[in-house]
């Protein structure tokens, strides 16, 4: 490996240590309903949007709890020293893509079939870091 490029691999790992990130794979929940929680939450404080999401009656939002939640114990472990309360995270961003498709087949009249698409999503959520009030 060169030394450019040792560099600026170093580079990227230093910055990769301060972000704190989380992700929910092949979530069977379609990515438009999962859309509509994650947009509410997007930019809140992590207190504010876990009390969002508990209130919510989507079923997206359960599912988004527990995201959160990792993603800020995912911090901690990165940060032994710091303390959430003191760190003032906040959901920085949160995305939502399409994940896998089961494709099936219902019956329909006249022997006729309908297809029927059971979509999935996939969801990063980084958290930022701010001392400063946000939101």
Aim: glycine letters at 6%.
């Amino acid at each position: 490996m060169g030394v450019r490029k040792r560099q600026t691999a170093e580079r990227l790992k230093e910055e990769k240590k301060s972000i704190a990130f989380a992700k929910l794979n092949n979530c069977p929940t379609s990515p438009r309903k999962m859309r509509l929680v994650a947009d509410i939450i997007r930019g809140k404080k992590v207190e504010d949007a876990l009390n969002i999401l508990k209130f919510s009656s989507k079923e997206a939002a359960g599912r988004l709890d527990k995201l959160v939640l990792s993603a800020v114990a995912n911090w901690q472990a990165k940060n032994e020293e710091g303390d959430v309360a003191d760190a003032g995270l906040f959901i920085k961003e949160i995305r939502v893509d399409g994940g896998t498709m089961l494709k099936r087949l219902r019956p329909a009249p006249q022997g006729r079939a309908h297809r029927i698409r059971k979509r999935s999503n996939h969801v990063t959520l980084v958290l930022g870091e701010s001392n400063t009030e946000k939101n």
